[in-house]
């Protein structure tokens, strides 16, 4: 039974694994430092992780204690990380510049994060 | 929440994950690409709170705190700090695994029948590699935040002590394997893991963050991946391997631009002061000084111009005025262009997000193989904080350190102008025969006031 569930979880690493070689050879070096910064966005995701353990039923004080701190590091993993990666990438832009003067993107309000 | 309803909503999490890497391919679509993955999250964190929980209260107060921490970290922080930021969050999405495998282990091991190895093993490697980067990515923000010094802190026996490390978080992992699941031997582990993850990094100079950022990264990654296994948890396996695949990859397209294997950049000590390093200059070779207004009409009357940005620049905080003077020139007509090294800087792409951040338009910049074959008709080559990346010693001495590394060519240019503060060797401690060449004119100066004093000099020309 866990055999082939294991197996499957296997299976999904690695045509996960191949996509990701795949996708992520297509970003040109000019946004190396955004796929760096959304990779690590990405992998926020352990929040999910975090939650599922800190709020089991019946979980114990000690697990929640852990949980607790596991949820706070990677919730700030996840809404930090897609906010830094929007401030970047809001600044790569085409020549006809745009109206906005010399000045960096600091307090630009980032749009649709979490 | 039913639970293929569940399962498919993940999978929806899973595809935006993959759309925001896809739409990375292209500047224009990049940042809604963001905004997809932004709310594909959002999706799973709902999703997941929908989910038979308990203690919802804690849960909502840590996300509040988590969430506050995120995101007056990553609106506050300057654009140039932008390696520490992502290394600082790198290594607290690494301690969320740890701790997620310590909580979980602690609560399936006092179990009746033997854990699924499967499950045991994943929490292990999650634990161990979570913990190695949360460490690793501390001591990397503090690199770069220059709260530790940036050479390299080697010690005798130094490799010993670290294969002992590791190797005893490895034997104990068997113990708990083969043996009694205790739980007091995976915090054993843990700590081991977390020493060996400042252990590793202290000997890595600081120019050759860029590498270990990477292979941070993927570290993270795996160990979330590690985690999915551990909680039968599909969209950790798959995002981890993505962030994985990502992190590697990095890594070893800087390792080739450095033309140094990684296991030398991380075990080599590289970034130590090479006393004999490569072959003694000649004595009486002195380099030119110039001024700004003898630089400023090299510049006016030039037909083309390649800059060439490296970390100094972004230490100057000079790159808007880097660009005023670009701006200035083009409008004179000169052909402004700017050579990107791979490794310049101190994570992979750190000078297009500087020079993006200055509104340099990003078809201006020219990537190291593309804009070499141009230099031998550029008539000015500007050098602003880059050292190593523009040595020439790399392609004709073969006793120095960095031979083999492909570099710009700023030799072949007509002219070459380097803004520097002084003689002193850069981050790899050596010594750069560019500078005492024929051609090679040294301007001694802050970048930031090197370029506002050649805006004025070009303005009065």
């Not at chain 2, 909502?60 to 506050?76: F, P």
């Not at chain 2, 990477?214 to 570290?219: D, E, F, R, V």
């Not at chain 2, 003694?280 to 083309?304: C, F, N, P, Q």
């Amino acid at each position: 039974m866990s055999d082939s569930s294991f197996l499957l979880e296997l299976t999904i690493l690695v045509l996960a694994i191949f996509l990701g070689f795949e996708v992520i050879s297509k970003v040109p070096t000019l946004l190396h430092t955004p796929l760096m910064s959304g990779t690590n966005a990405i992998h926020g995701i352990v929040i999910v992780g975090a939650i599922l353990v800190a709020g089991q039923p019946d979980a114990d004080t000690l697990t929640q204690i852990v949980g607790f701190f596991a949820v706070v590091l990677g919730t700030a993993n996840a809404v930090g990380g897609f906010v830094v990666t929007d401030r970047m990438l809001e600044m790569f832009k085409r020549k006809p510049g745009s109206a906005r003067s010399s000045g960096g993107a600091d307090g630009a309000g980032p749009e649709g994060t979490v | 929440m039913n639970e293929n309803l569940t399962d498919f909503l993940y999978l929806v999490t899973i595809v935006t994950f993959i759309l925001a890497l896809r739409f990375l391919s292209n500047p224009r679509r990049a940042r809604l690409g963001n905004q997809i993955g932004a709310a594909g999250m959002a999706l799973a964190i709902v999703v997941t709170l929908a989910q038979d929980l308990e203690s919802y209260k804690w849960l909502a107060l840590a996300m509040v705190i988590g969430a506050v921490i995120g995101v007056v970290g990553a609106r506050r922080v300057k654009m140039t700090a932008m390696p520490q930021m992502v290394a600082l969050f790198n290594g607290v999405g690494g301690g969320a695994v740890a701790l997620i495998a310590l909580a979980e282990f602690h609560n399936l091991a006092p179990a009746a029948a033997r854990l699924e190895l499967n499950l045991s093993v994943a929490m292990i490697v999650s634990a161990i590699i979570g913990s190695i980067s949360f460490t690793g990515s501390l001591i990397a923000f503090a690199k770069l935040q220059e709260l530790i010094g940036g050479r390299p802190i080697v010690y005798p026996g130094q490799k010993v002590v670290n294969a002992l490390v590791i190797a005893a978080a490895l034997a104990l992992a068997a113990a708990i394997l083969v043996g009694p699941e205790s739980q007091w031997l995976l915090v054993a582990i843990v700590t081991a893991s977390l020493a060996f993850g400042v252990l590793f990094v202290l000997p890595i100079g600081g120019a050759d963050m860029p590498v270990v950022i990477s292979l941070l990264n993927a570290c993270t990654g795996l160990a979330a991946s590690a985690a999915g296994f551990a909680l039968h948890e599909n969209v950790l396996i798959v995002s981890g391997a993505l962030v994985g695949a990502s992190g590697t990859l990095l890594t070893l397209l800087m390792g080739r631009a450095m033309n140094r294997s990684i296991t030398n950049v991380l075990f080599g000590a590289f970034g130590q002061i090479q006393t004999g390093s490569g072959a003694a200059l000649e004595d009486g070779r002195a380099a030119r000084a110039t001024t700004a207004d003898d630089v400023a009409i090299m510049l006016s009357y030039a037909r083309r111009v390649i800059i060439v940005p490296g970390y100094g620049l972004a230490v100057a905080q000079a790159q808007h005025d880097v660009r005023a003077l670009a701006d200035l020139l083009e409008q004179k007509g000169v052909d402004v262009r700017y050579a990107i090294h791979p490794v310049a800087g101190r994570m992979p792409g750190h000078m297009n997000v500087l020079l993006a951040e200055a509104n340099v338009p990003y078809e201006r910049l020219f990537e190291m193989d593309e804009i070499n074959p141009e230099m031998s008709q550029t008539d000015v080559a500007v050098v602003v904080g880059a050292n190593d990346v523009v040595n020439p010693a790399a392609r004709n001495d073969s006793t120095s350190p960095i031979y083999g590394m492909p570099i710009i060519d700023v030799d072949k240019a007509a002219q070459v102008v380097v803004v520097k503060r002084s003689l002193a060797p850069g981050f790899a401690g050596i010594d750069n025969p560019l500078f005492y060449n024929e051609t090679t004119s040294m301007l001694f100066a802050d970048a930031k006031v090197a370029f506002e004093q050649l805006l004025a000099s070009v303005k009065n020309l």
